[in-house]
């Protein structure tokens, strides 16, 4: 214990070196910037040496307890063998003191991300979508932070417009409400109304301080997560590194996001269900985004979107739908769908249900390769064709992984034959499936993540988003399965003709032939093999309606 307590202070005393450090990349004369980035990095050396020393000191206690627990048994039941009851990795005192770190060590993380603010946030929001595959004890404490972040006040809001067009805001706003709409981690939205022409708009700010922290808070990172792969050996995280830092600096280029909002909207051109607001170019900057206000309510305010008339699951269906024709048919992606870039308006003249689309910062173009073989993937793994999932699986360079695709996608084996589509899973292969995957370690999870294209790493990223919201519209599996899987078949006929407009058609009469007939196939062959399941379970249960 002490020499895990002399870690820490040392760790905290080093912070402020290297926070001086990393500083002088942001902004080497403000005495305030380097005192921030000294005090940024004692907090995060700090708990990171904490959060280390909890796992190495408790699970090393656990192993042990349960090595002297195997001990006793072995020795009750005359056992000669004294390893008979024992596994360090599965004993019962390391699961639970196991989970009890993860409690422990995620709020942690979320109070590190909360005084910290900005960037720290940021990560700590990807770490909460990184559910199912980091402990749901971790996501669950971290996802939090959608809803928690630091307002900057009337002066920063000022000198960061000034700074962006060299004017006061009250010179191009008649009206101006100083307190947010919303705010996230990178900046807020505040209402306003313009001089000319007289319309009311939605003004998005970057926050203040970013523009002297980012960089010293990235360099932060970078070692913090090789402080952190030097003391868990079996870690190989720094690949996310380069991935994170490019992720935020597009996200913090509104110019970027505005060029991704016009081309989302061309792309969904023609589908009056979805809708972009439109921007303002002439107020809009890196640090500033100024777009048409939309009022309408939440994706997740499920109250609010019944007082509307509308049918929250018809709403989950017309969400998965557009996040599916994204992903498998125009490949350019919203990686970032989580219920607070998602809004739901009535049609403003045909009355209908409209989706609109927020946040336009982080979006990514799939390459062909990747997207057409994704959705071989998605059709082989519903019509249960092994020999189309291991062709996918060699296309996007996963082969090892074949096995596992069809339980990540689906949360089934490709070979189970006496299950439907969405079908509740029953405890008996639940637990099947907990044992077939749970001797994964840690690090044979972040191993698989990063021998995912990159672009699959972000499709996964926001298929697990639209999941989280589809069911709490009341969607069912089923629905969201096949529309993945219906888009997936269709998707292989589009292609992308250049690399800023994403294909509207498939690209030639015949290859639109030979995908309608796919389409045909693909729904007849699911259907007979629905239906061949549902008269095995009536003839062996007497129903068809049983979980598998």
């Given at each position: ?42 907090r ?27 001990v ?21 005192e390391?699961?639970k003191?196991?989970?009890?770190c ?10 590190l ?62 009206d101006?409400?100083?307190?947010p ?6 900046a ?35 070692w ?85 008339g ?29 219920p ?24 990514r173009q ?8 994704f959705?071989?993937?998605?059709e ?8 189309g ?25 490709i ?13 008996e ?23 995912l ?18 069911d709490?519209l ?53 259907m ?12 062996r ?5 049983v979980?598998?």
């Amino acid at each position: 214990m002490v020499r895990w307590v002399r870690v820490g202070l040392g760790t905290t005393v080093v912070a402020g070196g290297l926070g001086l450090a990393f500083s002088t990349h942001s902004d080497p004369h403000s005495i305030h910037t380097k005192t921030q980035a000294v005090v940024r990095g004692a907090r995060t050396l700090a708990v990171v040496a904490a959060i280390t020393a909890d796992y190495k000191i408790s699970l090393a206690l656990a192993k042990r307890r349960d090595r002297l627990a195997s001990v006793e048994a072995n020795v009750a039941s005359a056992s000669n063998n004294k390893d008979d009851h024992f596994s360090e990795r599965n004993g019962a005192e390391y699961k639970k003191v196991l989970l009890e770190c993860h409690v422990r060590c995620a709020q942690r993380l979320l109070w590190l991300c909360q005084a910290n603010a900005g960037v720290y946030v940021k990560v700590g929001q990807q770490i909460a979508a990184l559910r199912p595959h980091v402990p749901e004890q971790i996501t669950s404490v971290m996802a939090s932070l959608h809803d928690k972040a630091v307002l900057s006040t009337r002066e920063e809001v000022e000198s960061v417009f000034r700074d962006q067009f060299g004017i006061a805001v009250a010179d191009v706003f008649a009206d101006f409400d100083w307190t947010p709409i919303g705010c996230a981690s990178l900046a807020q939205v505040h209402r306003a109304k313009l001089h000319f022409p007289p319309r009311w708009v939605a003004v998005k700010i970057q926050h203040h301080h970013l523009q002297h922290t980012v960089d010293s808070d990235l360099e932060l990172l970078e070692w913090t997560v090789g402080a952190v792969e030097k003391m868990w050996s079996d870690l190989d995280l720094m690949w996310l590194v380069p991935l994170c830092r490019h992720n935020i600096k597009r996200e913090l280029d509104f110019e970027n996001e505005a060029k991704n909002g016009q081309k989302c909207a061309r792309m969904f051109a023609g589908r009056d269900w979805v809708y972009v607001p439109e921007v303002v170019q002439k107020w809009t900057g890196a640090r500033v985004l100024t777009m048409e206000l939309i009022d309408g309510v939440n994706i997740d305010q499920t109250d609010k979107i019944q007082a509307l008339g509308f049918d929250p699951k018809q709403v989950a269906t017309l969400f998965t739908d557009a996040f599916s024709h994204m992903i498998f048919c125009t490949g350019f992606v919203h990686c970032d769908p989580h219920p607070g870039n998602i809004m739901i308006r009535r049609h403003p003249t045909l009355g209908s249900t409209q989706i609109v689309l927020l946040d336009h910062g982080l979006y990514r173009q799939l390459q062909d390769d990747v997207r057409i073989n994704f959705c071989s993937l998605w059709e082989s793994v519903l019509l249960q064709d092994g020999q189309g999932v291991r062709d996918a699986c060699h296309g996007l360079g996963l082969e090892e992984y074949e096995r596992l695709m069809p339980i990540v996608l689906i949360g089934r084996h490709i070979n189970d034959n006496t299950a439907m589509v969405g079908d509740t899973i029953t405890r008996e292969k639940r637990l099947e499936l907990a044992r077939e995957v749970g001797h994964q370690s840690f690090s044979d999870v972040t191993n698989f993540l990063e021998a995912l294209p990159r672009d699959l790493l972000f499709i996964f990223r926001a298929l697990n988003l639209v999941r989280v919201t589809h069911d709490s519209l009341g969607g069912s599996r089923k629905e969201r399965f096949k529309s993945h899987a219906r888009h997936a078949v269709k998707g292989r006929s589009y292609r992308t003709f250049d690399e800023d407009t994403p294909a509207l058609a498939p690209v030639s009469p015949i290859i639109y032939l030979t995908d309608t007939y796919r389409s045909l196939r693909f729904e007849m062959r699911l259907m007979v093999a629905e239906w061949v399941i549902y008269w095995w379970r009536w003839s062996r249960f007497g129903s068809p309606f049983v979980a598998q």
